[in-house]
C-alpha cells in the first residue's frame, strides 16, 4: 500500500512564510492525485483548506496556498499567524478508490 | 450550508461490532461520495472507505475484511460497521463529504473505545 511521508514538524516565525510537503512513496505527486490539505488544532475536527493540489475553499485563508513541488505536493503559509499553530494533514488519491493520508506536520509559531 | 453529525455508542467490546451513522442535514446525500476517517488518541488520521449515494464502495485495504458502509438515502445518513474490534480500533470517528478531487465538509467526530 502507498505510503504517503510529511515532515514530522515544522518551527515559523510569526509573519514568516513556511512550506510543508507531501511526497508518495509510488513517485512523483500529480495533479491526479488530487492532493487536499487538512488543518487540525487540538480537541477539534479537522478543516479541509486546500483540494486539487491548489483549489481554495471559501473559508480558507487568503495566505495558505497548494503547489506541486519537486515532485511533492506542497502547503505554503505566508503571513504566519500565531493561530496557523497546528497540525496539518495531506491526502492523496492512489487510484482505485483508495485515499491515503500522511502522518502529518506539527507546525509551531514561534 | 451542509451539516454532518456522528452517532453512536461511545462504548464496545472488544470482538464485538462498531456501528456508527452520520446523519447529514442543510443538503442532500445525493450526488455525493461520503467517507468515514479515524483518528486514534493522539495519532494521525486513517482513511477509512467511501460511499457513493449510489451505493458503490471503497475500503481501506487494511481495514476492508471487517468494514462495511452501507448509505440511506430517504434517512440522508450514511452508516458505518466495523466488526470484531480490538483496543487498536479505538479512535475518534470522522464522516466526510467528498466530491470528485475534493473533500469539504466534515462532522465533529464520535469517540469510541474498545474496552471491556
Known amino acids: 500500500q502507498t505510503v504517503v511521508t510529511q515532515e514530522p514538524s515544522l518551527t515559523v516565525s510569526p509573519g514568516g512564510t513556511v512550506t510543508l510537503t507531501c511526497a508518495s512513496s509510488?513517485?512523483?505527486?500529480?495533479?491526479?492525485?488530487?492532493p487536499n490539505w487538512f488543518q487540525q488544532k487540538p480537541g477539534q475536527a479537522p478543516r479541509t483548506l486546500i483540494y486539487?493540489?491548489?483549489d481554495k475553499h471559501s473559508w480558507t485563508p487568503a495566505r495558505f496556498s497548494g503547489s506541486l513541488l519537486g515532485g511533492k505536493a506542497a502547503l505554503t503559509l505566508s503571513g504566519v499567524q500565531p493561530e496557523d499553530e497546528a497540525e496539518y494533514y495531506c491526502?492523496?488519491?492512489?487510484?482505485?478508490?483508495?485515499?491515503?493520508f500522511g502522518g502529518g506536520t506539527k507546525v509551531t509559531v514561534l | 450550508q451542509e451539516q454532518l453529525q456522528e452517532s453512536g455508542p461511545g462504548l464496545v467490546k472488544p470482538s464485538e461490532t462498531l456501528s456508527l451513522t452520520c446523519s447529514v442535514s442543510?443538503?442532500?446525500?445525493?450526488?455525493?461520495?461520503w467517507s468515514w476517517i479515524r483518528q486514534p488518541p493522539g495519532k494521525g488520521l486513517e482513511w477509512i472507505g467511501h460511499?457513493?449515494?449510489?451505493?458503490?464502495?471503497n475500503y481501506n485495504p487494511s481495514l476492508k475484511s471487517r468494514v462495511t458502509i452501507s448509505v440511506d438515502t430517504s434517512k440522508n445518513q450514511i452508516s458505518l460497521n466495523l466488526s470484531s474490534v480490538t483496543a487498536a480500533d479505538t479512535a475518534m470517528y470522522y464522516c466526510?463529504?467528498?466530491?470528485?478531487?475534493?473533500?469539504?465538509?466534515w462532522g465533529q467526530g464520535t469517540l469510541v473505545t474498545v474496552s471491556s
Open positions: 442543510g443538503g442532500s446525500i445525493s450526488g455525493y461520495y
Open positions: 509510488t513517485g512523483a505527486v500529480t495533479s491526479g492525485y488530487y
Open positions: 466526510a463529504r467528498v466530491k470528485p478531487g475534493q473533500f469539504d465538509y
Open positions: 486539487s493540489t491548489s
Open positions: 460511499i457513493y449515494y449510489s451505493g458503490s464502495t
Open positions: 491526502l492523496l488519491y492512489c487510484g482505485g478508490g483508495l485515499w491515503v
